[in-house]
């Protein structure tokens, strides 16, 4: 059967912490080259990625564009700089003496400070990543396929 070398498919796969998009697109090239453009904090999946679309096809420039949203459940911890707290705290001291300001430093002066409160996300999970991945890349490269048949 002839195909045509350009063709576009598109997926999606979400779950609890993380929606995947993927768009692939190809154009005519003698050789089969994968370039996909993702996140820096997933770059560990190119080589994978490069792997799946091999499986589906053999010529073209195939570019797999990847977007990793992340969802408000995403988990997340509070984390406190008591170091920073402390020096504040001193310096705010300092300055009331220094300017003679009555008062006291309360709990509503310290959370108004700059960077003694940070959320922070845990770590991503790349093997869930994968999986995600893998799943948004096969509806992807299942329309590109069907497109590059349809156009051949």
């Known amino acids: 059967m002839v195909k045509s070398m350009t063709g576009f498919g598109r997926g999606e796969a979400s779950s609890v912490d993380y929606k995947i998009t993927i768009e692939a697109k190809s154009v005519n090239n003698r050789y089969l080259e994968v370039i996909p453009r993702m996140p820096r904090q997933i770059i560990a999946l190119e080589e994978p990625v490069k792997k799946f679309v091999n499986g589906y096809v053999q ?44 008062g ?15 959320m922070e996300k845990t770590d991503d999970d790349l093997e869930v990543i994968w999986s995600l991945m893998r799943e948004a890349l096969a509806g992807a490269m299942t329309h590109l396929v069907e497109m590059r048949q349809t156009e051949g």
């Open 59 to 102: 010529r073209g420039r195939v570019d797999v564009f990847i977007t990793l949203e992340e969802t408000e459940n995403r988990q997340k911890t509070l984390k406190t700089d008591k170091e920073l707290a402390l020096a504040y705290c001193k310096s705010m001291r300092e300055i009331a003496e220094l300017c003679n300001i009555p």
């Open 104 to 118: 006291e430093i309360t709990m509503d002066n310290m959370v108004r400070m700059q960077g003694i409160f940070t």
